[in-house]
């Protein structure tokens, strides 16, 4: 099954309950506006894409991702999945999505210029702040979005910073951006947690992925008194029952690339990881982590999708019938889009925001977008947390198309 097959799969899910009609589904189903492009950098050429899924609600947001899996099924999957992350989050953003297929890891930094200058020469058209604004992705970081601000300004021959986000401080970034998505994973599961009476203290966790995301998750819970157990990367994973000292951990992932590294603890596989028993089991690689083949050897009572898309559909249904929670990835990762908004509200106006505001929206944001959720999955009794999600971002965008007159 295909990635976006599982969004079909997901929208029936939700179909009856929001009395879809066939034209409403085929507009969720389309893209506005599908591009592509091949990158030609010193002989060798990479596939490139920007997508926009819609942009009824306000211009586009989403990342770029630079990754040797990007195609075009998934980039249409994550535009789809910003579309109904910031409709959620009651952002006036649409959704869109950019990836190169590529390796970054195996470039130079000089090569990795000439990829982030030569994206922005083929897309520049398609983007700009009330269009399209990009941000960092899956191995992309604010040092690209410096490159690729600096590309689009030598273009267009004026300065417009608020055409991408995640930018460097000195380029009009924002102070809370580097760790905002973790962050706001954090407070998403405090809340959750706090709902079913359960305190960090008394909380094990196992996380996937040490990126940006899945690394400042894990010190963030760590020094919330969070008990951390295990952590993988592309490498492996490591397990210590007791506790990981986190800081520890880091340390050796910096100095070494892998955290299986870490001479203290027991070294695992990524699939014996997602299998831990545990409260907790954060997300934060890939799509496609938790699929139909291993959702009955899940042992976590909650999984939090840091990532986008890592639990499919399918294993949605089998997880749900165990009664174990999905915190979706469109409520869970929201953080890192809210404090784009923050930056790119700055960009605009000219104003600069402290950061106790900007911690303040995003609190509030996420608190108003996982009260809506948590309601609405809890008097629906057949609903998981991803049904109620869904069904909340998906009205607010049909009743934006409404109001524009493009929907009966
Ligand atoms: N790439 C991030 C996401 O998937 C952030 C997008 C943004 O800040 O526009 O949510």
């Known amino acids: 099954m295909s990635i976006f097959d599982n969004i079909k799969r997901n929208l029936e899910k939700v179909s009856d309950y929001l009395s879809l009609t066939n034209a409403e589904k085929e507009l969720l189903l389309s893209h506005k506006r599908i591009t592509k492009a091949t990158l030609n950098i010193n002989g060798k050429v990479y596939e490139a894409w920007r997508i926009i899924h819609n942009d009824a609600l306000g211009p586009a947001k989403g990342g770029i991702r630079f990754h040797p899996n990007v195609c075009e ?54 983007i700009g702040e009330d269009k399209d604004i990009p941000a960092p992705d899956v191995y992309t970081n604010p040092k690209i979005m410096g490159w690729m601000l600096d590309e689009f300004e030598k273009i267009k021959g004026r300065h417009e910073p608020g055409m991408i986000t995640g930018k460097p401080l000195e380029l009009g970034g924002c102070v809370l ?86 001479p203290k603890a027991e070294k695992i596989s990524n699939k014996e990881l997602l299998e831990l028993e545990t409260d907790v089991l954060i997300l934060a690689a890939l799509e496609n982590q938790i699929t139909k083949e291993n959702a009955e050897n899940v042992k976590a009572e909650v999984i939090l999708e840091l990532a986008n898309g890592p639990v499919t559909s399918e294993a949605d249904d089998i997880l749900h019938e165990r009664g174990i929670v999905v915190i979706p990835d ?53 609903f998981s947390m991803r049904n109620a999600a869904y069904a909340i971002a998906i009205r607010r965008i049909l009743d934006a198309e409404k109001a524009r007159g493009n929907l009966d």
Not at 108 to 122: G, N, P
Not at 240 to 256: A, F, P, R, S, Y
């Open 73 to 126: 099924d998934e980039v249409k999957s994550l535009s789809f999945w910003m579309s109904l992350k910031t409709s959620l989050a009651g952002l006036p953003y649409g959704g869109a999505k950019g990836g190169v297929k590529i390796n970054p890891k195996e470039l130079s930094e000089e090569e990795l210029e000439k990829v982030s200058r030569a994206y922005i020469r083929a897309f520049h058209e398609f």
């Open 177 to 262: 951006r580097g760790d905002a998505t973790s962050k706001g994973g954090k407070i998403i599961l405090d809340l959750f947690l706090e709902e079913e009476g359960k305190s960090p203290e008394k909380t094990n966790v196992v996380i996937q992925g040490f990126g940006n995301a899945g690394m400042n998750i894990a010190k963030m819970l760590h020094d919330a008194g969070y008990n951390v157990i295990a952590v993988s990367d592309s490498k492996g994973g490591i397990v210590d029952k007791t506790g990981l000292d986190i800081e520890k951990v880091i340390k050796t992932k910096k100095e070494t690339g892998s955290v299986t590294q870490y």
């Open 330 to 382: 469109i409520l869970a990762n929201a953080g890192g889009v809210i404090v784009s908004y923050c930056e790119w509200c700055q960009n605009k106006t000219g104003h600069i925001f402290s950061k106790d505001y900007m911690e303040k929206i995003l609190e509030e944001k996420l608190t108003q977008a996982f009260r809506k959720t948590y309601d609405l999955y809890k008097e629906q009794k057949r």
